[in-house]
């Protein structure tokens, strides 16, 4: 415990010496640059730092392809454009223009957002590509009726902007308001990234589906990664817009996307320290290569292609300092190495204890009539099913009998075609699985669907995310309820993965949740559906994949999370050994239909169930 | 309403050619989603190579003086070149942007395919330069036979012939996929591509023929659309790629006779609307329609709906 919150505090004051040197290196720039022109590019840098960063949200946490993003750059200028020139007369002061702009862009982003959210992957990309294109269309057609846009002309001379009656007309007056939206962005970005937001539009990026049935309100998310991303680009725009005293069609087109996503890229997607480097590295090093600018679009296509090909991780983020400090196995504070094994089976001998809890007689989940078709196919028919206060139920049964589709139906992933689902005698039918999960049930699934690419601590903290509600406000100024809920929600976690010893601890916090082994990775999906504050799981074959010591394991502490820590659970297994240790009872179906339940030594005589499993005995 | 009921027919042929045209681009996108469910980005630019392969052939023979020749040939010459061009450079495409890629995440597969695209536009530009280039067309056809009136409808030699190219093609994919072994290897492939391969079909052989087949389409409909609008340059291939995928989504992504429909309903209703709306936002009706299929009817109207596997 020590070391962590020493190492937090080493992370912030390594944090807080970055910001301090960044603002004094930012500070003094404008003063020593050499001619206009480098001024201009050190501005320019700093609107494509933000740019970047506001992409940076939506592509690079949230995975989201939107091919729009530029047009909320646009949004955010040509805002500014018509609230501070002569275009129609107004003229109101820059602080109420730029929050105007950004509002703006963000009520787009939400619009885009609510329309597209359901698309996926290419879907997404096509739709905003073609919103991108609606939207330059009316740049370059609204001068007629009426004059709005200026068409192919645009719009120019501004007012000058004033803030708080500071005017700011000279370079490098726009150096520092520019850079100073800009270190904003940043700090704004390094908050939202390690909080429940940045986590949640992580896990949409790495697993969708897994994310909605780990709590995470994967529709909201997205729309939230849409709004934000726009928000920035539209304040970007702005400033934009007021720097170049000037906004025509060709400044949001297709050629600026590219660039920014290229800056992106370059920089690793996602890896905020990364993006800037990469933002500022492009804007600067095609200044050098003016000379040959007809070939400077044509190479960042190679960029792209290269870049994924080769480097898809970004070109930058294999910088040492750039990556994620990890605590690596050898750095391990008892100053040795154990085999994980021995670690597990000493803590456990240490910690046996007498069950503190019994199975009780409360229905706390109830399927009434349930059934589910596919077309013709029903998968589930008319299925009863009880699950009392901490009860431990198997389902079993013969491939293709429903078990999987009855997690699904009750998880919230498909509804039922007829029935109701009560949990705690409240109806749950049809609610989306993030809901489910915030009522009380969580489940793991049978193929492994972890977020790969995130750490095992990261896994197990998305599932807090339905037990959080700090907003975006409360992350980006670190109010003290964010703080607070952040230490809650590393405190359990800690707890959650301290229940499976070695296997999950120690180094292995750090270590990326798709590099475990099949076992530990199961392992981690219990610890996620735990974290999410579920009192019923859902277990879809826990044992799979395990070998019988790690089974023996695997059943001891299932059992341990009903009687030590009172949980419910309904599980899917094939081994039958597992199934008779555990089960306090046992449903078996076949073929959609529940043929029988009851105590395991019953159900396993039942003819029915034998020749379900076995056939029958030719005569 | 009289003037648009009088210009319905001629509106009609409009749209049927237009519709084969992007029937032949979007027969590209689905072929291609058909197996690596990935959306080819780069098609657009393989059809505007191909258009620009068309033009070059038909003014190096303009130049030579050698368009005496049949009219019919000089044009079957520049479309199995741009066929050829097209389709080679799809092959390459595939080889060096998409292959390394096939089985790392979508997004970035999807970014390798905007590079690409990027780059062969770019790449035209600085070559070719920003001008758009005619296609001789009036040379080509005697004056004779340039139109033909048929009641109240004027058919230009052009349509007919596009219209006539289109139905050929279409139908010899159809032929092919249908009845030939490399075309039941194709469709196993669409179905699974890993059994496809454990049943001994060489899939890596099977995508290059499917880009091949795929971008030389591409390129036969881009010099059908220079001979119709006699003209392309290097940003040809951005409308005609959103429309092309517009139609093959339209139709249901992946389903060929879907991505044919679809070409129709969309040239149908680009030339109706043409009728209604200023001509600068012809272009806002595919979107439109894209929009609208993707949210309300994603699987579109041949294909067929498939929740994701748990």
């Not at chain 1, 109101?92 to 939400?110: Q, W």
């Not at chain 1, 309100?217 to 928000?231: D, P, Q, R, V």
């Not at chain 1, 690596?328 to 100053?335: M, V």
């Not at chain 1, 008319?382 to 491939?399: A, H, K, Y």
Request: hydrophobic content about 50%; proline content about 3%; overall charge positive.
């Amino acid at each position: 415990m020590n070391t962590t919150a020493l190492s937090r505090d080493s992370v912030r004051h390594r944090n807080l010496m970055w910001l301090i040197a960044g603002c004094v290196v930012l500070a003094a720039a404008p003063h020593v640059m050499p001619n206009a022109y480098w001024m201009r590019i050190f501005c320019i840098s700093g609107v494509y730092v933000m740019l970047a960063l506001g992409l940076n949200v939506v592509a690079g946490f949230a995975g989201l392809l939107d091919l729009a993003y530029v047009a909320f750059f646009g949004v955010g200028g040509y805002t500014f454009a018509l609230l501070s020139s002569e275009q129609f007369g107004i003229h109101l002061p820059f602080l109420l223009v730029l929050p105007a702009a950004a509002l703006v862009s963000m009520v787009c982003g939400f619009a885009l957002g609510a329309t597209s959210v359901r698309l996926k992957g290419d879907y997404l990309a096509i739709v905003t590509l073609a919103f991108a294109q609606i939207f330059k269309l009316l740049l370059l057609n609204l001068d007629r009726p009426v004059n709005i846009t200026g068409g192919v002309n645009g719009i120019y001379n501004f007012d000058m902007i004033r803030i708080f009656g500071l005017k700011i007309f000279t370079p490098a007056a726009y150096a520092y308001l520019i850079w100073g939206a800009a270190l904003l962005a940043i700090v704004g970005s390094v908050r939202i990234k390690s909080s429940r937001y940045g986590r949640g539009w992580q896990a949409i990026r790495e697993d969708e589906l897994a994310a909605a049935a780990t709590g995470v309100n994967t529709a909201w998310m997205k729309l939230t990664a849409f709004a934000g991303g726009a928000m920035v680009a539209g304040a970007a725009g702005a400033i934009f817009a007021s720097f170049q005293d000037s906004v025509f069609p060709n400044n949001f087109d297709f050629q600026q996307l590219v660039m920014v996503y290229c800056m992106v890229i370059l920089g690793g997607m996602g890896n905020v320290p990364g993006v800037v480097a990469g933002a500022v590295l492009l804007t600067i090093l095609p200044e050098f290569l003016r000379e040959y600018g007809a070939y400077r679009m044509m190479s960042y296509g190679v960029i792209l292609v290269m870049l994924m090909v080769l480097r898809p991780k970004g070109l930058l983020s294999s910088i040492p300092f750039l990556q994620k400090s990890r605590t690596r196995p050898d750095k391990e504070t008892t100053g040795r190495l154990q085999a994980s094994t021995d670690l597990y089976y000493r803590k456990q001998r240490r910690e046996k204890s007498t069950s503190t809890y019994q199975k009780g007689d409360k229905p706390l989940l109830v399927l009434e009539g349930v059934s589910r078709r596919f077309g013709g196919i029903t998968a589930i028919s008319g299925l009863d099913l009880t699950l009392f206060e901490r009860e431990i139920l198997s389902v079993i049964g013969p491939n293709g009998a429903g078990k999987t589709t009855l997690f699904n139906l009750i998880s919230g992933i498909i509804p039922p075609s007829q029935g109701r689902i009560l949990l705690n005698g409240a109806d749950i039918t049809g609610h989306r699985p993030d809901q489910v999960v915030r009522a009380g049930v969580a489940r793991t699934f049978q193929n492994l669907r972890l977020f790969n690419g995130m750490s095992v601590r990261d896994n197990t903290r998305v599932g807090r995310f339905c037990r959080t509600r700090s907003g975006p406000l409360s992350i980006l100024f670190n109010l003290p309820r964010h703080r607070k809920e952040e230490r809650e929600t590393m405190e359990r976690t800690r707890e959650i993965l301290h229940l499976f010893g070695a296997r999950l601890t120690g180094y292995r916090f750090d270590q990326d949740a798709g590099s475990l082994s099949y076992a530990n990775r199961r392992r981690v999906e219990i610890a996620r559906a735990m974290a999410t504050g579920a009192k019923i799981l859902l277990l879809d074959e826990p044992a799979a994949g395990m070998n019988p010591q790690e089974t023996d394991e695997i059943t001891e502490f299932i059992l341990t999370l009903r009687d030590r820590y009172g949980y419910t659970i309904l599980l899917i297994e094939h081994k039958l050994g597992l199934v008779r240790t555990i089960s306090d009872r046992v449903v078996v179906l076949d073929s959609g239909g529940k043929i029988t339940e009851g105590h395991y030594r019953d159900v396993a005589k039942n003819p029915q169930v034998i020749e379900a499993y076995l056939g029958t005995r030719h005569q | 309403m009289d003037m648009f009921l009088e210009q319905l027919p001629q509106q009609l042929v409009n749209g049927i050619t237009l519709g084969g045209v992007y029937a032949l681009i979007a027969i590209g996108y689905s072929m291609v989603y058909g197996i690596l469910s990935m959306l080819n980005f780069a098609h657009g630019e393989v059809y505007m190579i191909g258009g620009f392969t068309g033009w070059w052939v038909l003014h190096l023979l303009y130049r030579e003086n050698a368009l005496a020749m049949n009219a019919v040939a000089v044009i079957a010459l520049m479309v199995v070149f741009a066929m050829a061009v097209s389709g080679i450079l799809g092959v390459l495409i595939e080889r060096v942007a998409y292959r390394p890629l096939r089985h790392a995440p979508r997004i970035n597969l999807l970014l390798s395919a905007l590079g690409v695209s990027i780059f062969l536009q770019n790449f035209v530009l600085t070559f070719q330069g920003a001008k758009v280039r005619s296609f001789p067309v009036a040379a080509l056809v005697p004056e004779s036979l340039r139109v033909i009136q048929l009641g109240p409808v004027v058919f230009s030699f052009m349509r007919v012939l596009v219209i006539v190219v289109c139905f050929c093609l279409m139908a010899g994919l159809s032929i092919m996929i249908k009845s030939t072994k490399l075309g039941k290897a194709m469709r196993a492939t669409a179905q699974d591509v890993e059994t496809a391969a454990f049943m001994g079909v060489d899939v890596d052989r099977i995508i290059m023929v499917v880009f091949f087949i795929g971008s030389a389409l591409g390129g036969a409909a881009s010099v059908l659309v220079g001979l119709l609008f006699t003209q392309v340059d290097y940003y040809a291939g951005f409308a005609a790629g959103l429309k092309g995928f517009t139609a093959a989504v339209l139709g249901g992504i992946g389903n060929l006779y879907g991505a044919m429909l679809g070409g129709f309903v969309l040239g149908l209703s680009e030339a109706l609307a043409v009728t209604f709306f200023p001509a600068a936002y012809k272009d806002v009706v595919a979107f439109v329609i894209l929009i609208a299929v993707l949210i309300l009817r994603p699987w579109g109207l041949m294909g067929e709906k498939s929740p994701e596997k748990v």
